[in-house]
């Protein structure tokens, strides 16, 4: 089956990194056709180390709400992370041929913070990964 290459973003709120994070609709026509009827599918999700995290994509499965979420795994990456609130999240599927030529999607993640920094006398806004950013 081919799938498209995605990258989904989202500012990220308490209730996202304390609970679950609600992701972007758009998230259901990249994630729920490898989901096979299913209402959750587990993926191995890569940072920006190549460190790989389980996260469980889940899809409420009365219909009642659209938004799918990410469960089992996510408070794990959020606190490791450090995410806080306003953090960007950045989430990209992309095809890669497996060993045995056929065709696979990869999973990334990627979780940026805007920092504000003064160089040189002239304040800049940066943005950075929070893999690069000092813990507290």
């Known amino acids: 089956m081919a799938l498209r290459n995605f990258k989904i973003s989202k500012s990220l709120t308490k209730s996202d990194i304390s609970s679950k ?5 758009e998230m259901v026509d990249h994630i729920n056709p490898v989901m096979n009827g299913q209402h959750f599918v587990d993926l191995m999700v890569a940072d920006i180390r190549g460190h790989k995290w ?3 994509y889940y899809t409420r499965p009365n219909g009642n ?45 990627e979780v940026k913070r805007i920092i504000s920094m003064t160089f040189k006398g002239q304040p800049n806004i940066i943005t950075l990964d929070v893999e690069y950013l000092p813990r507290d």
């Open 21 to 25: 994070p609600a992701l972007p609709s």
């Open 54 to 56: 389980p996260l469980r």
């Open 65 to 109: 709400k659209k938004g799918p979420v990410f469960t089992n795994g996510w408070r794990e990456f959020a606190r490791e992370k450090n995410v806080q609130v306003g953090d960007e999240l950045t989430f990209y599927g992309h095809q890669v041929r497996d060993d045995d030529g056929e065709l696979k999607m990869k999973y990334m993640i």
